[in-house]
């Protein structure tokens, strides 16, 4: 098993570009998740999902939007980059029910310029 | 709101050292507590959980205790090596829908030879 894969792992964007980042998991896990690392201020969650075809604003969701249309895929997208944007982007999934574990990919690295 | 607190970093050892990273949180009701580890250039892995009051969640030499009187779970190991050289953030999550994890800033801990 893979686990939970990001593409892309490194990008730069210009202020006002889009992208999508990619998120796979090979685990069947029902909920994911998108977080941001920033320095000295630990994980912070921008959007969850806890189904294919659902959403839900976590605690930094402004300038993010997100899509679930496989289970295995969970999407995000920046429509209009800002410097404030500049962060490492972490997805991670779990099961709905059991021991809870998160389960993390490696990272993007996104500098926007 | 919920919310975790760590010890502030970096942290220096030297090998076969005690470690302590302390962590208090704010919460209501009754969280799942977690310790996690990233490596250098790598996503978030568990490394021990405890999910009521006087758990002890252990893992590769690694021990924390939830201790709901004082609201803490404290990280130790009796013996650091250069291979815990990591970032260590403690997270709390509370279940309602979806286990959305609050981390805190993260700790860095490097162990010199």
């Known amino acids: 098993n893979a686990g939970v894969t990001q593409t892309p792992k490194f990008r730069v964007l210009k202020t006002g570009q889009s992208m999508t980042l990619l998120c796979a998991q090979d685990?069947?896990?029902?909920?994911m998740y998108w977080y941001r690392q920033d320095p000295g201020m630990g994980l912070r969650l921008i959007h969850y999902?806890?189904?294919?075809?659902?959403?839900a604003k976590g605690e930094v969701p402004d300038g993010y939007n997100v899509s679930r249309l496989k289970k295995q895929n969970f999407l995000l997208g920046l429509e209009s980059a800002a410097p404030s944007q500049t962060s490492v982007y972490f997805c991670a999934s779990s099961y709905s029910r059991g021991s809870h574990e998160q389960y993390f990919g490696p990272g993007t690295r996104l500098t926007v310029t | 709101g919920n919310s975790v607190t760590q010890m502030e970093g970096p942290v220096t050892l030297s090998e076969e050292a005690f470690l302590t990273i302390n962590c208090t949180y704010t919460a209501t009701g009754y969280p799942s507590l977690f310790w996690y580890v990233q490596y250098p250039g790598e996503g978030l892995q568990l490394l021990l959980k405890?999910?009521?009051?006087?758990d002890k969640g252990s893992n590769k030499g690694f021990e924390a205790t939830y201790r709901k009187e004082t609201t803490s779970f404290h990280l130790e190991k009796g013996s650091v090596q250069v291979s815990d050289s990591a970032v260590y953030f403690c997270?709390?999550?509370?279940?309602?829908?979806?286990?959305?994890?609050?981390f805190g800033q993260g700790t860095r801990l490097t162990i010199n030879p």
């Open positions: 997270a709390l999550s509370r279940i309602q829908g979806a286990q959305k994890l609050v």
């Open positions: 405890a999910t009521k009051a006087d």
């Open positions: 999902s806890v189904g294919e075809g659902t959403t």
């Open positions: 685990m069947n896990h029902e909920y």
